[in-house]
Structures are given as C-alpha cells and as structure tokens.
C-alpha cells in the first residue's frame, strides 16, 4: 500500500502542474513536522521548528536564520490550517496559472511570499511590539496569488459551496476586508498583516507588469538554474555564433526587425485581451481569445 501510495505521489508530482506540486510539497512538509510535534515529549522537535523554520520576528535572530524567509511558507500549524491553504492555492492558483501560464506560480508564490514576510516583520516590531512571535503558512503567498487573479480577471466566477456562482472580485475584496479588521484583533493580528502583505504583493505584479517591469523575472532565472534546465552544448553555441558572425549586418538587421515586428502583434494583442478580461471578465472572451491566451501561456 505504502509503495503504491509513494508511486501515485511521484508520478503527480512528475506529471502535475506547478499547483499540483506546491500542494504535494506542502502537505509532505505537513506530515513529517506533525510526526514532529506528535513526538516533542521525547525532544522538543516543536522548538526545534519554531526557532529553525519558522519567520522569527526579532531582527537579531533572522540575522542569523534568513532561510526562514522562505521555510515558513511550507509550515502549517494544524490540518485546517493546511487544508484552507491547499484549497485557496489550488484555486486561485488554477485561475492564475491558466491566464498568465504556469511557470509563473512558483515565483508569484515566493514573490508574495517575501513581501508579506517583510509586512509581518515590520508590523510585529513596530505596531504589535511582539518581538517574541514567528510566523509561519503560506497565506501570505496565496494571497498574492488570489489578489493576482482578481486584478487579472475580476468577472470570473467561482462555485462556491453552499453559495453558489461568486465573482472572484468580490471574494479577494472579502478577504481583504476581514484582514482589515484582523489586523485589530488580538488573535493571529501579524498573520493578518502578513495577509495584507500578500495582496500588496500581486498589486504590485500587476501594477509593474503593465507598466513594461516584471517583478518575477529574477525568480523565474532562479527557478530555471535550480531545475537544471538542459542547455544547448558548447559545441553547437559556438556554431550558432559562427553563422551570426558570418552574416551580413543588413541581413542581420533585418531579421532584427522581422523579429520586433512579429513580436508587437503578438504583446499587443495579449494586453488587448488582459485588459478585456479585466473590463469584462473572463467568460466574455471569444473562443479564439481563449485559444490565444492559452497559447500565451504556454508561450510564456
């Protein structure tokens, strides 16, 4: 049994889109830290986790732990915690990976990731004055990513259970109001912040992408160098350079502009329809506009 379930898991983790992956990383990281906690009688594993995985607040002992930037988004401390997660994270992460592709996810993920990280730090030293909490979750990451989607398509509808059809507009503008109001609770007050954090985080993808800067480029590099994508050989790069040097500087210039000039079309009809999604929604676009933005994303 145990074999045929580790086999199920690999081959979606294989197989399984940047979403699928997230979630079977997160819940992996769920059970080995619950076997943890179950067992801090014999060792004190909770401690160990809190001060070693966990987004300390106090500034002197992040110094020395800054890999917590990026470990707390895979720590969850209960299973509703986790399953809310997971359930928000294949959502909006379904949405957003369809319209802008999904190789995007991981780096709007660690993107919303460490913006709301910086949010709680600040909060919880300079508003809440609790030096001595930690954060932990990855709310702050889907936030970024739900507030991505909302922004991107603000019509979309979503089922929910035991409500029905629901724009996704009014559900990010929801969640940004209870953390609006958390934020003055005495409960989870810096989770909330963090929360806010997060949206702050696909705000300013979305503010920046549009005016021609990508925020997520450089995590998109990192991701690629991490996953050790094939590159062409040494020998063929240099008889790539070979045949360019070769060319004349008119032919050379030519396919230059060739080139610019089949590329506009192509990012001018992209935003045209990112902004009709944003205006309409998304079920107002064409069976053709649906077809071209899926080959955007596969494209991008």
Request: with cysteine.
């Given at each position: 049994?145990?074999?045929?379930?580790?086999?199920?898991?690999?081959?979606?983790f294989?197989?399984?889109?940047?979403?699928?992956?997230?979630?079977?990383?997160?819940?992996a990281?769920?059970?080995?830290?619950?076997?943890?906690?179950?067992?801090s009688?014999?060792?004190?594993f909770?401690?160990?986790?809190?001060?070693?995985?966990?987004?300390?607040?106090?500034p002197?002992?992040?110094?020395?732990?800054?890999?917590?930037f990026?470990?707390?988004?895979?720590?969850?401390?209960?299973?509703?915690?986790?399953?809310?997660n997971?359930?928000?994270?294949?959502l909006f992460?379904?949405?957003?990976g369809?319209?802008?592709?999904?190789?995007?996810?991981?780096?709007?993920?660690?993107?919303?990731?460490?913006?709301s990280?910086?949010?709680?730090?600040l909060?919880?030293?300079?508003i809440l004055?609790?030096?001595?909490?930690?954060?932990m979750?990855?709310?702050?990451?889907?936030m970024?990513?739900?507030?991505t989607?909302?922004?991107?398509?603000?019509?979309?509808?979503?089922?929910?259970?035991?409500?029905?059809?629901?724009?996704?507009?009014?559900?990010?503008?929801?969640f940004?109001?209870?953390?609006i109001l958390g934020?003055?609770?005495?409960?989870?007050?810096?989770?909330?912040?963090a929360?806010l954090?997060?949206?702050?985080a696909?705000?300013?993808?979305?503010?920046?992408?549009?005016?021609g800067?990508?925020?997520?480029?450089?995590?998109e590099?990192?991701?690629?160098?991490?996953?050790?994508?094939?590159?062409?050989?040494?020998h063929?790069?240099h008889?790539?350079?070979?045949?360019?040097?070769?060319?004349?500087?008119?032919?050379?210039?030519?396919?230059?502009?060739?080139s610019q000039?089949?590329?506009?079309?192509?990012?001018?009809?992209?935003?045209?329809?990112?902004?009709?999604i944003?205006e309409k929604g998304?079920?107002?676009l064409?069976?053709?506009?649906?077809?071209?933005?899926?080959?955007?994303?596969e494209?991008?």
């Open positions: 049994m145990f074999r045929s379930l580790a086999d199920d898991i690999r081959q979606n294989k197989t399984g889109n940047m979403v699928t992956k997230l979630i079977i990383v997160n819940v990281v769920f059970v080995v830290t619950a076997l943890l906690f179950a067992f009688k014999l060792y004190p909770d401690t160990w986790i809190h001060q070693y995985l966990c987004l300390p607040a106090r002197d002992y992040f110094l020395y732990r800054p890999w917590t990026i470990t707390h988004l895979f720590i969850h401390g209960g299973v509703f915690h986790l399953l809310w997971m359930v928000g994270l294949n992460g379904r949405i957003t369809d319209l802008l592709g999904d190789r995007r996810i991981l780096p709007l993920y660690i993107f919303g990731g460490l913006i990280g910086v949010i709680y730090l909060s919880v030293n300079f004055h609790a030096p001595n909490s930690f954060a979750g990855a709310s702050g990451s889907i970024a990513i739900a507030m989607a909302g922004l991107i398509a603000p019509d979309y509808i979503i089922r929910l259970l035991l409500i029905g059809d629901v724009k996704i507009k009014y559900i990010v503008a929801a940004i109001f209870l953390d934020t003055q609770a005495e409960v989870n007050t810096g989770g909330h912040f929360h954090g997060g949206a702050l696909g705000l300013m993808f979305i503010f920046l992408y549009k005016k800067y990508d925020v997520l480029l450089p995590f590099k990192l991701q690629q160098a991490l996953t050790f994508q094939p590159k062409a050989s040494k063929i790069e008889r790539a350079k070979m045949r360019v040097e070769y060319r004349s500087v008119r032919s050379q210039s030519m396919l230059t502009r060739k000039e089949e590329s506009l079309p192509f990012q001018e009809e992209l935003d045209r329809i990112l902004d009709k944003k998304y079920e107002k064409s069976q053709e506009e649906k077809a071209f933005l899926k080959k955007a994303s494209k991008k």
